[in-house]
């Protein structure tokens, strides 16, 4: 049993990698995504139950407990957290799992370090551990604050931030070389703890609209803070899981960035993204910019009697939870034989993948689902484009000027429709704090309010034409 338990052990650990593959595999796409995730839990789920088979593990009443406590707290937070607080949910993910690789690491160096011998090898892994473990851990805490509302969108840092930072780091590679010399305890907690203030140093001055990319970048560092940890205590499936998770996440985080036509570096020291503080429609003379206003009635006339409408849905839809009132306003105009199609920009929301999920959610089909490349050249031939809640991703500066701090950035082309009616809550700028062209064109109507209420209004509205 002894001889045939490791095996059996290793083997279900590759099953488990197999499953991982599977659904990362199906994760791309929303139509795969739901059986992506399951697959990809049933793959943890082995891992876990072999992991507990190992003959290394001393105390499984301990552990049952906290796997138990922390269902109980999954469960309960997956029942509570809405679909618009998912990034920061995301964040909180990325904090627990960079702290608890850290303690992994510091707690197997602390027992080496009792047995009287700490091998290079291992002061190395531990060292990776704690520094990226405690940048995942306060630097997740801060982007979740962030997202949260708890602490200010705004750019947060100290007089000479970059020096403190270079300083900061300087001090734990000396503190490692020292530790590496000569092992000890105290070393380490210093090093841990330098580690710790960095993790906040490094997100307090990132703006709250580049959050979304520092959690995705997070995500990744969480990852090889876990594979980090395998190697510390020379588990096969925590390497792999952490490096999967690792890879992805700064795939995803690429991705963002080029959704934003910006550079990694860009987003991480230029501050940008700290939230909206203008009030929007005022000239550069100091004048009142001309905006034309609809209401329910009229909306519904532009919307019923066109032959082809395309839906923009933003981080807008996603607070008032309007998906299902989208969902019918579609059904209600596909039965005028309007052609509707949703298009998605990749950073639309808070996440990639936001808008696909929520709209999945009131049962959207994925057919209608159309990615900015691929809808951008069907809007010069759309009657109406309707922007729900969206507001830098079509804003016709990021095309027209250079001086724009969006400039470059892709957008979704709704200024090229015949029409466009933007529901919005006021004319207020969007995350990036800057205003929208698009809402002064003459072919643009806003419609103020609620979405979900706007949107349930031109329901009304519609079913009377």
């Known amino acids: 049993m002894e001889t045939f338990l490791p095996s059996t052990i290793q083997l279900s650990y590759i099953v488990a990698t197999g499953l991982f ?15 992506g995730n399951t697959w990809a839990s049933i793959g943890m789920l082995i891992a876990v139950v072999a992991t507990l088979l190992d003959t290394g593990v001393v105390n499984y009443p301990m552990i049952l407990g906290a796997i138990a406590l922390g269902s109980v707290i999954g469960f309960i937070a997956a ?45 190395v892994t531990a060292i990776l551990g704690s520094l990226i473990g405690g940048i995942t851990f306060t630097g997740s805490f801060v982007a979740f604050a962030k997202l949260q509302g708890l602490i200010g969108g705004k750019p947060m840092s100290l007089p000479g931030q970059k020096l403190i930072n270079i300083f900061l780091l300087g001090l734990f590679l000396a503190g490692s070389v020292a530790l590496l010399i000569s092992p000890s305890s105290n070393i380490f907690l210093v090093i841990t703890g330098i580690s710790l203030i960095l993790g906040l140093f490094l997100v307090l001055p990132i703006g709250g609209g580049d959050m979304p990319v520092v959690i995705s970048l997070l995500n990744s560092l969480s990852g090889l803070a876990a594979s980090a940890a395998g190697f510390v205590v020379m588990n096969n499936i925590l390497i792999v899981a952490g490096a999967l998770v690792g890879a992805s996440g700064i795939i995803l985080t690429v991705i963002m960035c080029k959704g934003m036509n910006r550079t990694l570096t860009n987003v991480l020291f ?29 909306g519904a006339m532009m919307l019923g009697y066109a032959r082809s409408v395309v839906v923009v849905p933003g981080y807008g839809m996603a607070v008032a939870q309007a998906q299902h009132s989208v969902r019918e306003l579609a059904d209600q105009l596909a039965t005028r034989g309007v052609e509707v199609k949703y298009a998605i920009h990749p950073v639309a929301g808070r996440m990639p993948g936001h808008m696909n999920v929520l709209l999945a959610e009131a049962n959207v089909p994925y ?99």
């Open 270 to 298: 230029s501050a940008f993204g700290g939230g909206a503080t203008g009030s929007g429609g005022v000239a550069a003379d100091g004048t009142e910019k001309s905006y034309r206003q609809v209401d329910a009635e009229t």
């Open 367 to 465: 057919s209608q689902l159309y990615d900015m490349d691929d809808i951008n050249g069907e809007f010069d031939r759309t009657d109406v484009a309707l922007v729900i809640g969206a507001n830098d991703v079509v804003n016709p500066d990021a095309k027209e000027d250079s001086n724009s701090p969006i400039y470059g950035m892709p957008i979704l082309e709704v200024d090229k429709a015949k029409n466009t009616i933007v529901i919005k809550r006021s004319m207020k700028p969007g995350y990036a704090g800057i205003d929208n062209q698009l809402f002064y064109r003459d072919k643009t109507a806003m419609y103020f309010g609620n979405a979900k209420e706007a949107v349930a209004d031109l329901v009304s509205e519609v079913k009377q034409l």
């Open 21 to 35: 593959f599977l659904g990362l595999k199906k994760l791309g796409s929303p139509a795969t995504a739901r059986q």
């Open 79 to 123: 029942k509570k957290v809405e679909m618009t607080q998912m990034p920061q949910m995301v964040g909180l993910l990325n904090g627990l799992g960079g702290a608890a690789s850290a303690l992994v690491a510091i707690a197997e160096f602390y027992r080496l370090l009792l047995e009287g011998s700490v091998p290079i090898p291992a002061t």
